[in-house]
C-alpha cells in the first residue's frame, strides 16, 4: 500500500538554527515527489519537484533531497516567516494523484 | 507562476441546503483538477479527480450524490455540497494542473464551510 511519512509531526526552532525535515514514501513506481508550504487557513503553496534518487532543489533557505526511500527538507537559518505547516506528496507512476503526508508544523522563534 | 483561484474563501449555510465552491485556474488551462478535504490539524484527503468534458472520479467512501462536481471548461471546476450537514463542515482545497510535462499541481486558497 502506497504510504507516506513526514516527521517530526512538529518542530520548534530559533531563528538561525538549522534543521531537516524528513518524508519517508513506499510507493510502486514514483513518479514525482512535491513539497508544499501551508499556512493556517490558506491552500498549500508549491516549493518543488522531484523526480528521481540524487536530485536536488534549492530555493532561497529551502533545500531539498530525494533517496529512493525518503525526501528531506533542510531549512537554513530560518526566519520567523519560515513558520508554516510543510507538507510532502508523492505521485505514483500511472497516475497524478498525490498522496499527501500529515505535514510538519514547523514555528521559528525570534 | 500558476494561479488557481478558489470562491468563496468561506460560507456558512443553514443544514439542509446546498453550497456551490468554484475553482478556476486563471492564468493556464487544466484537463484535471482535484478536490481534497481537510480537518484540522490533519493532511489533505483526496475527495475526487475533476476532468474537463466528462464525469468525476471519486475516491472511496465519498458519496457521488452528495459531492457533486462539474468540470465544465479547461479552466472551471465546481463543487457543489448538497443538503449539507453539520459534518460536512470542514475546509475544502482544489488543485489544478497545468496541461503538459510537469506534474506538480497548484492549489487554491481553499474554502472554509460552516453548516450550521
Known amino acids: 500500500e502506497d504510504q507516506v511519512t513526514q516527521s517530526p509531526e512538529a518542530l520548534r526552532l530559533q531563528e538561525g538554527e538549522s534543521s531537516s525535515l524528513n518524508c519517508s514514501y513506499t510507493v510502486s513506481g514514483l513518479r514525482g515527489l512535491f513539497w508544499y508550504r501551508q499556512d493556517p487557513g490558506k491552500g498549500p503553496e508549491f516549493l518543488f519537484t522531484?523526480?528521481?534518487a540524487g536530485e536536488e532543489k534549492e530555493k532561497e533557505r529551502l533545500k531539498a533531497t530525494l533517496t529512493k526511500k525518503e525526501s528531506f527538507l533542510h531549512i537554513t537559518a530560518p526566519k520567523p516567516e519560515d513558520s508554516a505547516t510543510y507538507l510532502c506528496?508523492?505521485?505514483?507512476?500511472?497516475?497524478?494523484?498525490?498522496?499527501f503526508g500529515t505535514g510538519t508544523r514547523l514555528k521559528v522563534l525570534a | 507562476g500558476a494561479v488557481v483561484s478558489q470562491h468563496p474563501s468561506w460560507v456558512i449555510c443553514k443544514s439542509g441546503t446546498s453550497v456551490k465552491i468554484e475553482c478556476r485556474s486563471l492564468d493556464f488551462q487544466a484537463t484535471t483538477m482535484f478536490w481534497y478535504r481537510q480537518f484540522p490539524k490533519q493532511s489533505l484527503m483526496l475527495m475526487a479527480t475533476?476532468?474537463?468534458?466528462?464525469?468525476?472520479?471519486?475516491e472511496q467512501g465519498v458519496e457521488k450524490d452528495k459531492f457533486l462536481i462539474n468540470h465544465a471548461s479547461l479552466t472551471l471546476s465546481t463543487l457543489t455540497v448538497t443538503s449539507a450537514h453539520p459534518e460536512d463542515s470542514s475546509f475544502y482545497i482544489c488543485?489544478?494542473?497545468?496541461?503538459?510535462?510537469?506534474?506538480?499541481?497548484?492549489f487554491g486558497q481553499g474554502t472554509r464551510l460552516t453548516v450550521v
Open positions: 475533476s476532468n474537463e468534458g466528462s464525469k468525476a472520479t471519486y
Open positions: 522531484l523526480y528521481s
Open positions: 488543485s489544478a494542473r497545468v496541461i503538459g510535462v510537469n506534474t506538480e499541481a497548484f
Open positions: 506528496a508523492v505521485q505514483e507512476e500511472g497516475t497524478y494523484k498525490y498522496i
